[in-house]
């Protein structure tokens, strides 16, 4: 015959006499339950920081005369405080407000049973059935510790098994009300919760020239909250929303426009300083689900790749020599968030996942970076990595100090191009300070107070020297 499991672990309840339920906090008075089965409407709008607010409308009976109001199925990372319930045109009074959340588990139901009688079944090989002990729960707080036989043990192997749940353990989160009403009764309730989420994310892929592509833009939703939300009205907020920290939080419980194509997608509008995007159809957010969800579309959007050589204000404060030898350049993908472009929307922070065909037609993922909540009509900066073919020497070739925090330097660039075609770079001096180029073998362009660059064209396989020098004084 197959041996039981004789775990600890594995625990039964026997004569169930308690409903799965809260003991009712107020004897004599009515008692009314909702679950998720009146739901008549809900609405979820989700934050890109980890929260949400949910909003449910429920059609509940209610006894006459003072109620306990038990509203189950909300979830278990809902913060309590934020809970606000209203009768729809009925007459609905909320005297008290209890959030039940002691869940039933092997461990909570053996430590409700410390200094009480349970039952222990093991099995017996020899007889073919088991063996039943009367034992007393002493301990479990660092591991079971029992009384069986008049005898003081633990870790007692065997199936435990329990004559009842305790009233005031429960199977999940449970909303309790004191509330004054009666008849059939509209009832909204909106609170805030933890653990559900959205974040963006964009597949862009590049042409053979790297100059266009199509780019599509999915919402990413995850539901952790441990309750399901049916047939609900979507909404979500792009932003730095402000939140106090101070919350209680359950740590115990785990075309020419970017509008994507067809009905059914997301419709974006300026709210608050915000922006808000609200799905046109009602969608499932199921308890430990992932949802994609598309948010945009925009094709043949114009690109402009850039190799940018970077340099560092510290460079031009000291007696280097040789700063760097073949120093990688680095490759990034602009795009303009503009109409003009097919694009437009405010785009969500999210991740850009870039792909380009390879000669065969099979496309190759070849870089991704994280981008800012972006407005319309701002460029998109995305990092792709290091060039390969491109390299990069910096060589400090002269420098003299001409006073406190006054230096000048002299300074040759060398930057070499293995490529079968030519290339544009950007030599990036952010250089901080004061200061004055004195002699340059071209001609630099001043972005801002404290840099300046060069854009040299190099020749395939070729090779480009700049040479300048600069005064600086930097206190």
Same mark, same amino acid.
């Given at each position: 015959?197959?041996?039981?499991?004789?775990?600890?672990?594995?625990?039964?309840?026997?004569?169930?006499?308690?409903?799965?339920?809260?003991?009712?906090?107020?004897?004599?008075?009515?008692?009314?339950?909702? +679950?998720?089965?009146?739901?008549?409407?809900?609405?979820?709008?989700?934050?890109?920081?980890?929260?949400?607010?949910?909003?449910?409308?429920?059609?509940?009976?209610?006894?006459?005369?003072?109620?306990?109001?038990?509203?189950?199925?909300?979830?278990?990372?809902?913060?309590?405080?934020?809970?606000?319930?209203?009768?729809?045109?009925?007459?609905?009074?909320?005297?008290?407000?209890?959030?039940?959340?002691?869940?039933?588990?092997?461990?909570?139901?053996?430590?409700?049973?410390?200094?009480?009688?349970?039952?222990?079944?093991?099995?017996?090989?020899?007889?073919?059935?088991?063996?039943?002990?009367?034992?007393?729960?002493?301990?479990?707080?660092?591991?079971?510790?029992?009384?069986?036989?008049?005898?003081?043990?633990?870790?007692?192997?065997?199936?435990?098994?329990?004559?009842?749940?305790?009233?005031?353990?429960?199977?999940?989160?449970?909303?309790?009300?004191?509330?004054?009403?009666?008849?059939?009764?509209?009832?909204?309730? +909106?609170?805030?919760?933890?653990?559900?989420?959205?974040?963006?994310?964009?597949?862009?892929?590049?042409?053979?020239?790297?100059?266009?592509?199509?780019?599509?833009?999915?919402?990413?939703?995850?539901?952790?909250?441990?309750?399901?939300?049916?047939?609900?009205?979507?909404?979500?907020?792009?932003?730095?929303?402000?939140?106090?920290?101070?919350?209680?939080?359950?740590?115990?419980?785990?075309?020419?426009?970017?509008?994507?194509?067809?009905?059914?997608?997301?419709?974006?509008?300026?709210?608050?300083?915000?922006?808000?995007?609200?799905?046109?159809?009602?969608?499932?957010?199921?308890?430990?689900?992932?949802?994609?969800?598309?948010?945009?579309?925009?094709?043949?959007?114009?690109?402009?790749?850039?190799?940018?050589?970077?340099?560092?204000?510290?460079?031009?404060?000291?007696?280097?020599?040789?700063?760097?030898?073949?120093?990688?350049?680095?490759?990034?993908?602009?795009?303009?968030?503009?109409?003009?472009?097919?694009?437009?929307?405010?785009?969500?922070?999210? +991740?850009?996942?870039?792909?380009?065909?390879?000669?065969?037609?099979?496309?190759?993922?070849?870089?991704?970076?994280?981008?800012?909540?972006?407005?319309?009509?701002?460029?998109?900066?995305?990092?792709?990595?290091?060039?390969?073919?491109?390299?990069?020497?910096?060589?400090?070739?002269?420098?003299?100090?001409?006073?406190?925090?006054?230096?000048?330097?002299?300074?040759?660039?060398?930057?070499?191009?293995?490529?079968?075609?030519?290339?544009?770079?950007?030599?990036?001096?952010?250089?901080?300070?004061?200061?004055?180029? +004195?002699?340059?073998?071209?001609?630099?362009?001043?972005?801002?107070?404290?840099?300046?660059?060069?854009?040299?064209?190099?020749?395939?396989?070729?090779?480009?020297?700049?040479?300048?020098?600069?005064?600086?004084?930097?206190?």
């Amino acid at each position: 015959m197959k041996k039981r499991n004789m775990a600890l672990a594995a625990l039964s309840v026997c004569a169930l006499s308690a409903p799965l339920l809260a003991q009712q906090a107020h004897p004599g008075v009515a008692h009314a339950k909702s +679950t998720s089965a009146q739901r008549s409407e809900v609405g979820i709008t989700v934050y890109n920081q980890n929260f949400g607010l949910v909003r449910e409308v429920r059609d509940i009976d209610m006894p006459a005369g003072r109620t306990e109001l038990e509203f189950a199925d909300v979830s278990q990372n809902i913060e309590a405080q934020t809970v606000a319930i209203k009768s729809l045109g009925g007459q609905l009074h909320v005297l008290e407000q209890n959030y039940r959340y002691d869940l039933l588990s092997p461990q909570k139901l053996l430590e409700k049973y410390v200094g009480k009688k349970v039952k222990i079944y093991r099995w017996n090989e020899h007889t073919g059935r088991d063996d039943v002990y009367d034992a007393e729960v002493l301990s479990v707080a660092q591991g079971t510790v029992m009384r069986i036989n008049g005898e003081i043990t633990y870790d007692f192997p065997g199936r435990i098994a329990f004559p009842s749940i305790p009233d005031n353990l429960i199977a999940q989160p449970t909303l309790v009300w004191l509330v004054d009403g009666s008849g059939r009764q509209k009832v909204e309730v +909106t609170y805030l919760t933890q653990n559900l989420g959205w974040s963006a994310d964009y597949v862009l892929v590049i042409n053979d020239a790297d100059n266009a592509g199509d780019l599509v833009g999915w919402v990413t939703l995850n539901n952790t909250t441990g309750t399901s939300y049916q047939n609900a009205k979507l909404k979500l907020v792009a932003g730095d929303v402000q939140r106090v920290q101070n919350y209680r939080m359950r740590a115990d419980l785990p075309a020419a426009s970017a509008a994507p194509s067809g009905g059914g997608g997301f419709r974006e509008e300026s709210f608050f300083e915000y922006h808000l995007y609200t799905l046109e159809r009602p969608t499932n957010l199921l308890n430990a689900e992932q949802k994609q969800v598309t948010l945009l579309e925009a094709h043949d959007i114009h690109i402009q790749k850039k190799l940018i050589f970077f340099g560092a204000a510290y460079y031009y404060r000291g007696n280097y020599g040789q700063v760097v030898s073949n120093q990688k350049v680095g490759v990034y993908l602009d795009i303009q968030n503009n109409e003009a472009n097919h694009m437009g929307m405010p785009l969500p922070k999210g +991740t850009v996942r870039v792909y380009k065909a390879d000669k065969s037609g099979a496309k190759q993922f070849i870089g991704e970076d994280n981008i800012d909540h972006t407005p319309r009509d701002e460029r998109v900066r995305v990092k792709m990595g290091e060039a390969f073919d491109v390299v990069g020497d910096r060589k400090q070739t002269e420098w003299k100090a001409l006073g406190t925090c006054v230096s000048e330097s002299a300074w040759e660039i060398s930057l070499r191009n293995h490529k079968d075609t030519p290339v544009d770079v950007e030599d990036y001096e952010p250089v901080g300070g004061d200061w004055e180029i +004195t002699q340059e073998s071209m001609p630099h362009v001043k972005k801002d107070a404290s840099t300046f660059t060069f854009t040299p064209h190099i020749p395939a396989r070729g090779t480009v020297k700049i040479t300048y020098r600069v005064r600086i004084r930097w206190c």
